[in-house]
């Protein structure tokens, strides 16, 4: 698999833009590698920093590398086609959090309909990409997609399942 782009402070400006929408390019590049980089708290944060993915033409899917300070120090495309979506090899989420000696990464992933929700496709790929982390040492702290109508995330969506389900087991 061919990483399309990717982005940190070391080669901002040697790689050429791929596919992103220059607002978005942009942005990124003024806030990486520098103090002003986001910190990346919570899925809020993510679609913040992400926000201009919504209006790219496609689908993308992005590896954000972040520090042990949750800082956004790198990210890269992976996937921007159905196909390539589909076929990703979960290690290769991990490259750039190897090459910038980060901490872990948040998968980012737009979806141009407005439907905030995950398809079988997109959880398969968040625990394969997970699976992944887990051997190479890497958490993947999640996975978020943003939309025009606001944000998902795998983490949360989790976390209020299993609160369901502990409310439950005490009510009975």
């Known amino acids: 698999m061919a990483t399309l782009i990717a982005r940190s402070a070391a080669d901002a400006n040697t790689l ?81 959090v190897m090459h910038s000696h980060g901490y872990g990464i948040i998968l980012v992933q737009n979806h141009r309909s407005g439907r905030l929700e995950f398809d079988a496709a997109g959880l398969a790929v968040t625990r394969a990409v997970a699976h992944a982390g887990l051997l190479l040492g890497y958490p993947l702290v999640d996975h978020v997609v943003i939309s025009q109508t606001g944000y998902l995330s795998v983490l949360s969506m989790a976390l209020s399942q299993r609160q369901y389900w502990a409310r439950r087991s005490r009510a009975s």
């Open 16 to 96: 050429p833009i791929g596919g992103m929408s220059p607002a978005l390019e942009q942005n990124l590049l003024e806030m990486v590698g520098r103090n002003k980089c986001p910190v990346m708290r919570s899925a809020a944060d993510v679609a913040e920093a992400f926000a201009e993915t919504v209006w790219l033409k496609r689908n993308v899917l992005l590896a954000a590398t972040i520090d042990r300070r949750r800082r956004l120090i790198h990210w890269e495309m992976l996937a921007g086609t159905r196909a390539a979506f589909r076929d990703l090899c979960p290690a290769s989420a991990f490259s750039g």
